[in-house]
């Protein structure tokens, strides 16, 4: 037994040279880089385990380095688990390879009595358990490092938590100390929330962001060190400040999201482990879910926001420049949380509020200019609008929730509205609220003369109305609302009476002239088009190409582009262009060069009268003489830029400048929407709970492979595999359990196959792996090594840490087991129910 032992290279005596033997390069299955899509436990390891042993613990005990133990424990030649990326190994099973220096740990009655109470190490695994499950529920992300702190502050240690900042190093966004006194604010001080540290002054820091894993510093002196080189404004006070944090040891943790760091979370207090390294990482990587859940709930939102106001300025630039939805918005927002609704709602009467007259964009403007009376067909047009802007925002997914309410923004309470003829309360309480601010505007600002009496006399009519189209209790609140903050003179209702004051009513056309001038009504015509656009077109280069046609069509331009950012930090790709004689699309730019390369570093319109004098203009046509480059600006940062080029010398100027003014920050907004879009398609193709590939993304890919082996002659492979008992684990467990299993597979499937390799989950308890350029030897090899590695795998059921149950496998060969997708998925899944029946 021994001498096997010895030969495995897993003993206590085995050669080094043994443990790290490269594996055998001769297999298709093991080339090539894997690509790791991990999901990490929900609840830490040590919370029901407090007794396991990390890869450090275990290489320190028997002198090995780290990563030879963690390479052994993937192969399989030490006896370890895994649960996400963490490896960890049962001081028992050690003991039984061979490993002698474990054994002590397996007799309970040598081990000290320990209290009733919880020693430090349970009362932290307690709250990094309760930390990162309530993290999980929290959507923003001051939210989360609040439930983090305390938690933990409760428990007896400091946190912190550091965000990389680009190049510059780390900055503090948060931290909790233990007992938060004036003493320490006046000795502390810092790192004061906002503060970046730069790597060199945090090289700790630095290593747990690059290595991704956790470092356990149990030298108070050392800490005292390392913190006054990292913040040297409290150089002086260190001693005194790692006193009172109790500051004796401390664990840095990475925050991982997929493959990199977003930053670390330090715990310091007293009489930390390196046995709490594994439940420290498992935390942090729930709170490293949570920040990256909060981060994509707010750029959602960001987005929405943009593509709401692109909307609301075309209709404003519709609506022949005098709409006051902006005002309106803010009044409804502001009426809303007067009656306690919770921001979600409070958002969606503002949005609603910005994009009631969305559908007014498909009306003539011989109905929405016209003077007087509208006839009876003029006036069923017209009735149209709500149902069509509803149905504008129905197809784009992110603002489908506003269909509803702008559809029924001209519903009346008493159920004589249109376009559907709702009544009271089967019309939603957020177009109620905006049916109320659009009629006191009616009656106050659209009035031809304002005096200090036009409030009381708005609010007066207002009460003629409820009941009729106005819903009458909130009619009652609206005034009360208006009448309060009258009388305490709120800073909101001042700004309200004196824009007010200053408005004038909307202006009727004179005559048939538009009262607008040549450039407003380019200007219009361009931002009209290419709003028609975004509403049938979402896929960013379609888009892209029908945005420079639209511009160069309108303005005559000789030659249109946009350049957005490219792969690279440092350059421009031309993303469309109109005019050229060559097809430029995708061509890079470096940013330090060229006209559009400086517009888009410094943000500034550039005007070239000659571009024949000008040392940085790059020419791909003889025949342009001038050029026009503006920047692209979305929420303050560039996002590309529209250039344009003419056959004249001088051809551009201010004017030019300002129209692209105008549609440039329209155009800017649409992209963001598009590049939304493409996003959500990309989700699209992706299982949510295990992130895998899913069945439509992998039936596309073994029709291509199928196309692609036959035409060359060549074979490939899949490998089909249910999971057993999950029904059981469901029942027994729970779904949440379930998902645990189903995840944890999917992580032993990414370990088992090549970067090429194409990992799907196939529906319910069946995942499917695509082998392309695999034989039917090499595929039955894989197909071991994923039952294999499954086995290793372990997962959480409620506190409980369970072995996968197993998996059924079955292998099919092209073109040896069929020539079709069909017969390939077919025949592999006839051998999997084979190997099952086998099993009994």
């Known amino acids: ?116 109470t919880d020693s430090p190490t349970e009362s932290l695994v307690r709250a990094l358990g309760e930390a990162g499950l309530e993290a999980l529920r929290r959507p923003e992300q001051d939210a989360i490092f609040e439930v983090v702190g305390r938690r933990l502050a409760d428990a007896g240690f400091s946190t912190f938590v550091f965000l990389l900042a680009d190049d510059r190093g780390l900055r503090c966004a948060f931290r909790r100390v233990t007992e938060p006194d004036t003493d320490f604010e006046k000795v502390a001080g810092q790192p004061a929330v906002g503060t970046i540290i730069p790597f060199d002054r945090a090289p700790v820091l630095q290593g747990v962001c690059t290595s991704l894993r956790p470092h356990y510093i149990a030298d108070a002196d050392e800490l005292v060190g390392r913190m006054a080189v990292a913040i040297p404004t409290v150089a002086a006070n260190a001693r005194r400040v790692s006193e009172l944090l109790h500051m004796s040891t401390m664990i840095a943790a990475p925050l991982v999201v997929g493959d990199r760091a977003i930053g670390a979370i330090v715990v310091v207090g007293p009489r930390l482990r390196q046995a709490d390294l594994p439940a420290v990482m498992a935390f942090a990587n729930q709170t490293a879910a949570a920040l990256e859940a909060a981060r994509l709930l707010d750029e959602s939102r960001k987005t929405e926001e943009a593509a709401v106001l692109a909307l609301a300025g075309a209709i404003e630039l519709r609506d022949a420049l005098h709409s006051r939805a902006g005002e309106h918005a803010e009044l409804a927002e502001r009426f809303a949380e007067h009656l306690g609704l919770d921001p979600t709602r409070r958002r969606r009467v503002r949005y609603a509020a910005l994009l009631q007259d969305l559908g007014k964009l498909s009306l003539p403007d011989s109905i929405i200019k016209k003077r007087g009376r509208l006839d009876s067909e003029e006036r069923a047009l017209m009735m149209t609008h709500p149902g069509v802007a509803a149905d504008l925002l129905g197809r784009f997914a992110p603002l489908a929730d506003l269909a509803p309410l702008v559809r029924a923004h001209h519903e009346w309470f008493n159920g004589e509205g ?33 005096t200090e009496t036009t409030v009381d006399e708005g609010l007066q009519e207002l009460t003629r109305f409820a009941g009729i189209n106005l819903d009458p209790a909130l009619t009652e609140s609206f005034t009360t609302m208006c009448r309060e903050a009258a009388s305490s003179k709120a800073p909101w209702y001042q700004r309200m009476l004196d824009s007010l004051m200053r408005s004038q009513p909307p202006s009727v ?130 996002v590309g830029v529209l250039n344009a080029e003419s056959q004249h010398v001088d051809a551009f100027s201010e004017a030019d400048v300002g129209l692209m003014s105008a549609v440039g920050s329209q155009l800017a907004s649409y992209l963001e929407v598009a590049q939304l879009h493409d996003t959500l398609k990309r989700e699209a193709s992706h299982d949510p709970l295990t992130r895998l590939n899913n069945r439509r993304l992998f039936l596309e890919r073994i029709q291509q492979e199928v196309i692609r082996a036959g035409g060359a002659g060549e074979s490939f492979s899949i490998v089909f595999l249910d999971v057993n008992e999950l029904k059981r684990i469901n029942d027994t467990y729970g779904h949440l359990a379930g998902d645990a299993l189903l995840r944890e597979v999917s992580n032993a499937l990414m370990d088992a196959v090549r970067g090429e390799d194409v990992v799907a989950r196939y529906g319910g308890d069946e995942f499917v792996v695509l082998l392309p350029a695999t034989p039917a030897p090499a595929a039955t090899i894989v197909a071991q090594r994923i039952s294999d590695g499954i086995a290793r795998h372990r997962f959480m059921a409620g506190r409980e840490l369970l072995q996968i149950p197993g998996v059924s496998l079955g292998v099919a060969t092209f073109p040896r087991d069929g020539a079709t997708a069909e017969d390939l998925l077919a025949s592999a899944d006839a051998t999997l129910y084979q190997e099952k029946r086998k099993a009994g």
């Open 1 to 116: 037994m021994t001498r096997m032992v010895r030969r495995s290279g897993i003993g206590p005596e085995g050669g080094a040279s043994t443990a790290i033997r490269r594996r055998k390069q001769d297999l298709p299955s093991l080339q090539g880089a894997v690509k790791r899509r991990v999901t990490q436990p929900s609840v830490p390891l040590a919370l029901k385990l407090p007794h396991l042993l990390s890869v450090e613990e275990v290489a320190a005990a028997i002198r090995r380095h780290p990563e030879v133990v963690r390479r052994q424990a993937r192969s399989g030649r030490l006896p370890a688990e895994k649960i996400g990326r963490v490896w960890f190994f049962r001081p028992e099973r050690l003991a039984e390879a061979g490993f002698t220096q474990f054994l002590p740990t397996m007799t309970p009655s040598e081990a000290p009595a320990t209290p009733a």
């Open 418 to 450: 249109y376009p559907d003829g709702l009544k009271g309360e089967a019309i939603s309480a957020e177009t109620r609220i905006i049916s109320i601010v659009n009629a006191f505007f009616n009656v106050t600002y659209d009035l031809p003369i304002k």
């Open 509 to 638: 056309p004179a005559g048939p002239r538009d009262i607008l001038s040549v450039a407003d009504s380019r200007e219009l015509r361009i931002i009209y088009r290419i709003a028609q656009e975004t509403n049938a077109v979402l896929d960013l280069d379609t888009l892209l190409t029908r945005i420079v046609n639209i511009i160069r069509d309108v303005m005559g331009y000789y030659m249109v582009s946009i350049l957005l950012p490219g792969n690279k930090r440092d350059e421009l790709r031309v993303g469309a262009h109109s005019g050229y004689s060559i097809d430029i699309t995708g061509l890079t730019i470096p940013t330090a060069q060229g006209i559009t390369g400086w517009v888009f570093t410094h943000g500034v319109p550039q005007i070239i009268a000659d571009v024949k004098t000008e040392p940085r203009y790059i020419g791909l046509d003889e025949k342009v003489y001038s050029e026009l480059a503006f920047p692209l600006i979305s929420r303050g940062r560039v």
